[in-house]
């Protein structure tokens, strides 16, 4: 999940299209998924981009209603 201010809009659009390039899909406008390891990713994003605590990297064991994501990463 990220929060990153308004007055860094282009650096929040910078991680969007990073997120997007690597394969996540948004969950909710700032929160997005992959099913996959990727904290060694979002370290280096976060070190890149210099956004710190702004990006938030969370291991979630479920998700309610999580069939259309399945489907999409190829996973059902």
Known sequence: IFDIPEKRKGLREKVRHTLIAVGFKRLQDSVWIYPHDCEE????????????????????????????????????
Not at 46 to 56: E, M, Q, R, T, Y
């Open 41 to 76: 990713l979002i370290t280096l994003l976060k070190a890149d981009f210099k956004i710190g605590k702004d990006v938030l990297y969370m291991i979630v064991d479920t998700l309610e209603y999580d069939t259309p994501f399945r489907k999409e990463f190829g996973l059902a």
